[in-house]
């Protein structure tokens, strides 16, 4: 994923416009870039070339359904733990061979390595987080999410 | 909320995306050998069971200018937390606002919330923008600024497709 920002002047007005409507959401009718076009005055092959070439140039990252994985019986975990400087790399690499850990991130913290474990089954965390405890012999600290109350990103473009 | 075989081959189908075609839903149905209406009627209600949060563009924040983000956590009073939360969740740079369990001793934030910006000192002033909000209902926060990505895997799908 492109993590720089465009050069000025990749987008014009219009660009700008379908990526701030199309956050918003797709209509889920047969010919859903007909409707947006009109709402837009653009053509229905306007907004779909404009959408390929947005894909195509890392201003979007992805054009589609977004799916709750936990409502579709997943379980998720973020855990955190505290790894001394020395191991670090060693411990990145047991951590990271684990298959149910997803994202994994080094923080400037004292606990200093934070991923994401995704399993089938809520026992599945667990398993996880006691199998990295012991190839570590380290704390994995466990933070289940408890209530959300916002997931999604809206940037003006 | 619960889902049936149909959909789960819906879902594996569009896990990439959907196709920028004038007709995306019809060529789902036609990939899977099912019906466009059909298709469609199927998304629509895992959108409002909550299957589906919502069919859009997700925007790389990166390329649009917003290079900065930092995980801040707060230490929030337990009878207000759910009050504010949403408050929190609601502001404009905040992408993820979750309630979770404090791990004493240590780490006493219960509020969650991952702030983005152009810069790092516009994250810190959005970082200020939150304490405000919270007030004295906060005992103390910290940022969490990443330093290396050190796996990044897409969330599998899971269970019995």
């Known amino acids: 994923m492109r993590r720089a920002p465009l050069p000025e002047g990749t987008l ?79 411990v990145v690499t047991l951590v990271n061979a684990v298959p149910e850990v997803a994202h994994n991130y080094e923080r400037a913290h004292r606990l200093n390595m934070w991923f994401v474990l995704a399993c089938e089954t809520p026992d599945g965390i667990a398993a996880a987080a006691e199998r990295i405890e012991r190839e570590t012999v380290l704390t994995v600290l466990c933070f289940p999410k408890e209530k959300e109350f916002f997931i999604g990103f809206r940037v003006m473009a | 909320m619960s889902i049936d075989a149909t959909d789960r081959r819906i879902i594996a189908a569009t896990a990439g995306g959907l196709p920028l075609a004038p007709e995306p839903f019809t060529a789902v149905a036609e990939w899977l050998g099912l019906d466009e209406g059909e298709v469609r009627r199927r998304l629509v209600a895992m959108q409002a069971s909550g299957v589906i949060r919502r069919i859009a563009v997700a925007p790389n924040h990166y390329a649009l200018g917003m290079t900065a983000n930092g995980m801040s956590v707060w230490d929030v009073d337990d009878a207000t937390v759910d009050d504010l939360g949403p408050r929190v969740g609601a502001l404009d740079f905040v992408s993820h606002c979750y309630r979770r369990p404090r791990a004493r001793p240590g780490w006493p934030y219960n509020l969650f919330a991952m702030l983005h910006g152009a810069s790092r000192e516009e994250v810190e002033a959005k970082r200020r923008v939150v304490s405000d909000l919270l007030g004295p209902a906060c005992r103390s926060h910290d940022i969490l600024y990443s330093t290396r990505i050190l796996k990044k895997t897409g969330l599998r799908l899971t269970g019995g497709a």
């Open chain 1, 12 to 90: 014009d007005a219009m660009d700008r416009a379908l990526l701030n409507g199309l956050q918003e959401g797709l209509p889920v009718t047969r010919r859903p870039f007909a409707r947006i076009a009109a709402d837009l005055g653009m053509t229905e092959c306007d907004v779909i070339d404009r959408v390929a070439r947005l894909r195509e140039i890392g201003a979007i990252t992805r054009f589609g359904p977004f799916y709750d994985a936990e409502a579709m019986g997943g379980a998720f975990c973020l855990c955190a733990m505290e790894v001394p400087a020395g191991q670090f790399e060693a």
